[in-house]
């Protein structure tokens, strides 16, 4: 089920936080990439779904997409892996191209450092998308903010 939320509800912590609050047992809730301009054009949040839980993995995507780009995006633990949010908003031919760059971030017979399957799955579904919540038994925690930076 999908719901197309206000960016006035998404901005209201307490709204957020209620909704986050109502998902029913055995289902998440996930935040999608696609965000609808006034004008109608459809953009995409950035999102990265690490491969991993290890901090050297976060520095290795901070040498790739570079210190400045790499600043924009707030990291969430999520147990097994960190989620990634970024400030910038992409056009689908950009947001394409984005989740192609983080395909490339991954080395030759290395452990992968982002999700190879979920970049193929959410170009399958044409848009990116997180779970919020821990409800059911597959995952280890709900994500929570960390500080990158370190």
Do not use: C
């Not at 080395?107 to 059911?136: C, M, Y």
């Amino acid at each position: 089920m999908v719901w197309n939320v206000s960016r006035k509800t998404f901005l209201d912590v307490d709204e957020v936080a209620a909704m986050i609050a109502n998902v029913p047992l055995k289902h998440e809730l996930a935040f999608h990439s696609n965000v609808q301009l006034d004008n109608g054009e459809i953009r995409h949040i950035v999102m990265v779904d690490m491969s991993t839980s290890s901090k050297a993995h976060l520095a290795k995507l901070r040498n790739f997409l570079g210190d400045n780009f790499f600043q924009r995006i707030a990291w969430y633990s999520s147990g097994r892996s960190f989620h990634g949010y970024g400030e910038d908003l992409l056009s689908i031919a950009d947001w394409v191209g984005f989740m192609g760059l983080l395909l490339l971030v991954n080395q030759p017979r290395l452990e992968p450092t982002v999700d190879p399957r979920w970049i193929g799955h959410r170009l399958l579904a044409g848009f990116s998308a997180l779970r919020w919540t821990k409800n059911t038994a597959h995952y280890l925690l709900p994500p929570t903010l960390i500080d990158s930076n370190r």
